[in-house]
């Protein structure tokens, strides 16, 4: 009887020596149950401010004012507000994957040092709300390389889906995103094109340029092939192709830095700027205008506008005698159509039209063509291999 109640002591004392090793290791080991967590699923995020990025070498910041978010850094220009909303949804999904336990030279190896350490600096990002309340605060740190990389430690090669990341609390986590569309500029936080005409949609270019006659391109239809205005040279031909890079460039156009605000016309030569002007059939009209190059960055200063003169209702179809009258208008006619479009240039203007752009100097030619620039060059004569041949030769070679 003796011998079985010490058996069963002994069997107890193990168990409670087991529990208490393996609630001891829980404990050394970090959290294991934050595996799968979403680290900043509880911010909140509405209530956002400022944006901070700090890296190794400079610091971006993107603010929220009453207009919307802007770029103290580029004289307040305008944020992507798209940019941004994908942001902060990108850090509210982010999940643990696995939580590290690394000394310091592992840390610094992986760039999880904060601002101000001597070595391994990683880009810091705070989040904060009014009176400068922290929202959200990590630090970025490297990503895991492949598996076949050479020279990697296991525990580093684990996944490339992947970023290495130390949050607030001190925990060091690897987390389900590589965060590869991470802005780490203030230019990389703005959208940098900025006109957009549907190319398909104009019908009207007019280039004007000071010591030359103006250039007008037209069609009556957005499906009709484009002509110039004071036509043709004799045996020239418009190359439609050419006029295509034009109404194409126009679609795609991104502006390449913001001027210094401070900047005078009489400095940038927009007191007297050349100017592209685009018309689509619904009467929007884009225009470009350019003043004077910068050789050293080989780029044009040019500002952008918008105009909106609603073309004339067209008359109605004639309809046969005893048929009732539509009490439809023309389509696209509405004077609900027309208050949008003109809130629209509006908008555009106030936003976008006070502000001095610079653009590389290969599309600012592209955009100013001369007349000689879009004809259509002759095909070089065949050569001597090309010419078809003798029907006698031919008969000749016959067997």
């Given amino acids: 009887m003796k011998t079985k109640s010490l058996l069963i002591l002994v069997v107890l004392a193990l168990l409670v020596a087991a529990g208490a090793y393996f609630s001891a290791r829980k404990t050394d080991t970090g959290v294991p149950s934050r595996i799968g967590q979403k680290p900043f699923a509880d911010c909140d995020f509405n209530a956002v401010t400022r944006i901070t ?16 978010w802007i770029l103290p ?19 509210a999904e982010l ?21 101000g350490a001597p070595t391994g600096i990683g880009t810091q990002i705070l989040l904060s709300g009014p009176g400068d309340r922290t929202i ?12 076949n990389a050479s020279d990697e430690a296991a525990m580093f090669t684990e996944s490339v889906g992947a970023r290495y990341v130390a949050l607030e609390d001190g925990a060091l986590v690897l987390v389900d995103n590589p965060l590869t569309d991470l802005p ?37 239809t957005p499906t009709a092939e484009w002509t ?10 418009l190359d439609p192709e050419k006029v295509n890079r034009i109404t194409s460039a126009l679609s795609f156009l991104r502006f390449t830095a913001i001027a210094d605000p401070a900047l005078t016309a009489e400095k940038t ?13 619904d009467g929007r009209r884009y225009s470009v205008l350019f003043g004077q190059s910068e050789a050293v960055s080989a780029t044009r200063y040019i500002r952008v506008e918008m105009a909106y003169n609603p073309p004339a209702p067209k008359a109605p179809a004639v309809a046969a005698t005893n048929a009732p009258a539509s ?15 003109t809130e629209e240039v509006q908008e555009f203007n106030q936003r976008l039209g006070t502000w001095t752009y610079t653009l590389d100097d290969f599309s600012a030619s592209l955009l100013l063509p001369t007349p000689d620039d879009l004809i259509q060059k002759p095909l070089p004569p065949p050569s001597a291999s090309d010419a078809a041949p003798n029907p006698a030769e031919l008969q000749g070679d016959a067997p």
Avoid at 73 to 91: G, P, S
Avoid at 95 to 115: C, F, H, S, T, Y
Wanted: proline fraction near 8%.
């Fill in 327 to 341: 009490p439809l208008p023309p389509a696209g006619d509405t004077e609900a159509d027309r208050t949008r479009k």
């Fill in 184 to 220: 780490a500029s203030s230019k990389e936080w703005m959208d940098p094109q900025f006109l957009a005409p549907a190319a398909a949609d104009l019908i009207r270019l007019s280039v004007s340029v000071s010591n030359r006659p103006p250039l007008v391109l037209s069609r009556t």
């Fill in 269 to 281: 030569g927009l007191n007297q700027p050349a100017r592209i002007d685009a018309e689509t059939a």
């Fill in 136 to 147: 959200a605060r990590l630090i970025v740190g490297k990503r895991p390389r492949s598996p």
């Fill in 73 to 91: 850094e580029l004289h307040n220009y305008w944020a992507d507000f798209d940019k941004i909303r994908e942001f902060i949804r990108t850090l």
């Fill in 228 to 237: 110039l205005a004071e036509g043709l040279p004799e045996g020239k031909t």
């Fill in 95 to 115: 999940k643990i994957g696995d939580v590290l336990r690394l000394d310091d030279a592992q840390k610094g190896e992986l760039l999880l040092n904060a601002p």
């Fill in 53 to 68: 990025v700090i890296g190794s070498d400079a610091t971006t910041t993107v603010v929220r004012a009453e207009s919307g």
